[in-house]
């Protein structure tokens, strides 16, 4: 039998370590507006599912009189648990513990369960709250972060990768959560940045607040640093957990397969589309119309709106969603939305995930600011990215699909399995304004009302070029569907590409256009 004492000991030994950095600390913790890292765990996990790991972990540093400090966990809790039901490893930084900086068993503790999480293949789950690296442990702490990105790539495309970002997060602390799949972010409580507002402003003379320089709306809108934003990070962890109940656990599964639900009928696909083909209407009411529920859970919903990207259920199965924007550009692909869309339809491929896609779309967008910012190299990405996925690809048709815009979006000639048309869709090189000009420009020209003639020769190239049925002759385009027949189309295709197997030529890897 175990001496009492023994387990006495052990009981005050956790009970002491289990208060971080004591309760002054805590307190000022949550005058913040934040919860502890304890806290923010069992937030997050299935009540009663969390089992910690290391707990009398003790930091390794004994210069500048660390020796003689005591540093509970080191400033990070690791540990596994469930999100509904679904294991996931997770680590969150201690700030209430010497700021939660990185040294060397800090990381060792961070490295351990992303080896954990690899070796069990679940979702890792990373909370981070740091002032950076610890400087008292000099090259052990950049060590140490070296040890976290060698993993997050190790991981990346092996399991699902996601950040959390609930305090700071500067220096080269900002690179783990950007080398992972998803990034969370808090209204007045995330921070990310290279360098902070004094460094800038003792180098370039530069003010401004951390707010302005990293904050959550920042990363959500500006950078594209962040995927999901929210006001609470009670909000936070709920969206943590619907993307958990959405995505597979590892690469080697599909997605768990829910009660398949009809749509909500306040969304008429019919009635959604504008008869008038210049008139702008919201694509994320067509992806509502055919999702179970009408339960759209959009990625990156601040940030190059032209762009829509999203997850959903369709007949219980978990599909990726990628669609043009006509409220936003008219739904034109440009440097970042071309950024946006190559990485979800990269993630979707990763973890076998189908991709949907619904396209009206001028083309690219054109300018001098474009071209100089690189959208031939960044609309590029989406080329490879739909070229290079093997996970069913189904795409339909609504309106426009102009140029380089109708190949990139998941044509048939990038591999897509199904492509259906709407009567409304108008595939051509371009719009018939500008290809009625070019092509019959003398007979404009040359016309006794030319204003007139360029009006007929619209419609003759309309008649002729800008419809559906011209790529369906050529086999481009799989069936010319009413709107009301979309979402059983997509039932069927999802049906029937369930096992569609693809063989690739041997290669380490592809050259992307990074």
Request: proline share 5%; aromatic share 8%.
């Amino acid at each position: 039998m175990v001496q009492k004492s023994k387990i006495k000991e052990l009981r005050e030994r956790k009970e002491k370590l289990l208060q971080g950095g004591g309760e002054q600390a805590n307190e000022k913790q949550k005058a913040l507006g934040k919860r502890t890292a304890r806290e923010r765990i069992m937030a997050l996990l299935d009540e009663g599912s969390f089992s910690e790991y290391d707990l009398f972990v003790e930091h390794d540093a004994r210069d500048f009189g660390m020796d003689k400090k005591i540093l509970p966990g080191d400033g990070v809790i690791i540990g596994t648990g469930t999100v509904f039901g679904a294991p996931v490893a997770i680590f969150a930084q201690d700030f209430t513990v010497a700021g939660g900086s990185l040294g060397l068993m800090h990381a060792r503790k961070i490295t351990k369960i992303m080896d954990h999480a690899l070796k069990m293949k679940m979702p890792l789950i990373g909370i981070n709250d740091s002032g950076g690296a610890r400087i008292q442990e000099g090259v052990n702490a950049l060590a140490g972060y070296g040890e976290i990105f060698f993993r997050n790539t190790l991981l990346s495309g092996v399991i699902p990768q996601i950040s959390v970002i609930l305090g700071p997060c500067a220096g080269g602390a900002v690179y783990s959560p950007a080398l992972t799949d998803f990034v969370f972010v808090v209204d007045n409580i995330s921070k990310m940045f290279i360098t902070g507002p004094e460094v800038i402003k003792a180098v370039l003379g530069e003010e401004i607040s951390m707010e302005d320089l990293g904050g959550a709306r920042v990363h959500s809108e500006i950078t594209g640093n962040a995927h999901f934003f929210s006001s609470s990070e009670e909000e936070c962890f709920s969206q943590i957990r619907k993307l958990i109940s959405l995505i597979p656990w590892h690469n080697g599964q599909k997605a768990k397969n829910a009660e398949p639900a009809e749509p909500d009928p306040a969304y008429d696909i019919e009635k959604i589309v504008p008869e008038d083909p210049t008139l702008p209407y919201d694509v994320k009411d067509i992806i509502k119309s055919v999702l179970d529920r009408s339960d759209f859970f959009e990625v990156m919903e601040n940030y190059a709106r032209n762009v829509v990207i999203g997850f959903g259920r369709i007949g219980g199965r978990t599909a990726g969603f990628v669609a043009n924007q006509p409220l936003e550009m008219a739904g034109v692909l440009d440097v970042d939305s071309s950024d946006k869309a190559a990485g979800f339809i990269r993630y979707c491929d990763a973890f076998n995930i189908p991709i949907i896609s619904f396209v009206d779309i001028p083309g690219y967008l054109p300018g001098i600011d474009q071209e100089h910012a690189g959208i031939i190299r960044h609309g590029a990405k989406v080329l490879y990215a739909y070229s290079e996925a093997t996970v069913p690809k189904i795409t339909v048709i609504l309106r426009k699909a102009y140029g380089g815009g109708y190949i990139a979006m998941s044509s048939r000639h990038l591999g897509a399995d199904f492509v259906f048309a709407w009567p409304t869709a108008e595939i051509a090189v371009m719009g018939p304004e500008g290809a009625a000009n070019i092509i019959f420009r003398k007979e404009i020209m040359s016309s006794d009302d030319p204003e007139g003639t360029r009006k007929q020769k619209i419609e003759e190239y309309k008649r002729m070029f800008a419809n559906p049925y011209v790529a369906a002759s050529k086999g481009y385009v799989d069936a010319i569907i009413e709107p009301l027949e979309t979402r059983r189309s997509l039932l069927h295709s999802l049906a029937v590409t369930e096992n569609k197997m693809i063989q690739v030529p041997a290669k380490k890897h592809g050259l992307p256009p990074f």
